[in-house]
């Protein structure tokens, strides 16, 4: 039997990656805070542990799906984390988080006698479970080589970036135009319903013209249906263009287009819809009126 993967977080994202290793035939000791998250991945045969330290007790492997940085440096440098355990592991952080901190923590991770990979992925959560997102890998070449069965079973197409932190700027990039394209399809089609065209047809249009986008695909009809189940969170977004603004600044680079998504994603913030799918940006365009 294939040695048992940690994963940390069993959110959106964590559950994905928890349905492709146990797909694979890895079993998956996981941990969440949240109690309901536990119970869930042992409903899909996944073993929950009741700690950290527990998961890396049991794991030479570690997967970590948490929101933000801060929440990563605390999972495997915090009390009870994952360098604690006193053996080398193999921590691969599949968060959207600042290059910087990545690259900073995995210096620590390295010091600490373990190995670390900046592992986030192009893709929502739905994509990700399918086989369909796009792994962006930062870090040791060897390190990635050493984990290709583990990086192949959750995502089968990955690319090598460089070196760690390079993985997260590439999301972060990847991520500003899927940004752009989804407030560009919700505002088409907020225009396309007020001058009298029927949106569902106008969307199938639109798939056929110069127009195309995979989000087309992915959002629209979330979009046309008001189904905001979540497949990543406008509070996720609104997280991404933060770290993209602020990576920007460092660079000297405004980005006239990122302010005005951010806008966009801060009214949604602002009438409670934080938590629903990022296709809800149709909402905040259409209560946009004159």
Same mark, same amino acid.
């Given at each position: ?30 941990f969440d805070l949240d109690p309901a998250k536990r119970r869930a991945l042992e409903e899909i045969g996944g073993m929950p542990a009741p700690s ?22 605390? /999972?495997? %440098?915090?009390?009870?984390?994952? !360098? +604690? =355990? ?8 599949? $968060?959207?988080? &600042? ?43 060897? /390190?990635? %080589?050493?984990?290709?069965?583990? !990086? +192949? =079973? ?8 460089? $070196?760690?932190? &390079? ?124």
């Amino acid at each position: 039997m294939p040695q048992a993967i940690g994963l940390i977080g069993l959110g959106l994202m964590g559950s994905a990656l928890a349905q492709r290793l146990l797909n694979a035939g890895f079993p998956v000791v996981g941990f969440d805070l949240d109690p309901a998250k536990r119970r869930a991945l042992e409903e899909i045969g996944g073993m929950p542990a009741p700690s950290i330290g527990a998961v890396a007790e049991r794991c030479d492997t570690v997967l970590i799906a948490v929101l933000t940085g801060e929440q990563v440096a605390e /999972v495997i %440098e915090g009390e009870g984390g994952l !360098l +604690t =355990a006193d053996r080398h592991l193999t921590i691969f952080c599949t $968060a959207t988080c &600042d290059p910087s901190t990545i690259a900073a923590i995995e210096d620590r991770v390295r010091d600490g006698g373990s190995s670390f990979l900046d592992a986030p992925v192009s893709g929502s959560s739905g994509q990700v479970a399918k086989g369909e997102g796009l792994g962006l890998i930062g870090g040791d070449p060897a /390190v990635a %080589e050493q984990c290709r069965e583990v !990086l +192949t =079973a959750i995502y089968p197409r990955h690319v090598h970036v460089g $070196a760690a932190g &390079d993985g997260s700027r590439a999301k972060l990039a990847i991520n500003l135009a899927l940004g752009l394209n989804r407030l560009a399809l919700a505002e088409s089609l907020a225009f396309a319903e007020r001058i009298g065209l029927d949106p569902s047809r106008f969307l199938s249009i639109a798939r056929e013209s110069a127009a195309y986008s995979q989000i087309m695909d992915v959002k629209g009809q979330k979009m046309l249906e008001g189904d905001f189940t979540p497949q990543g969170k406008i509070v996720q977004s609104r997280k991404d263009v933060h770290l993209i603004l602020q990576e920007a600044n460092r660079a000297g680079q405004r980005l006239p287009l990122a302010e005005v998504l951010l806008g966009v994603l801060e009214g949604c913030m602002s009438n409670g819809e934080g938590d629903w799918d990022n296709s809800a940006v149709i909402r905040e365009v259409r209560r946009r009126r004159t």
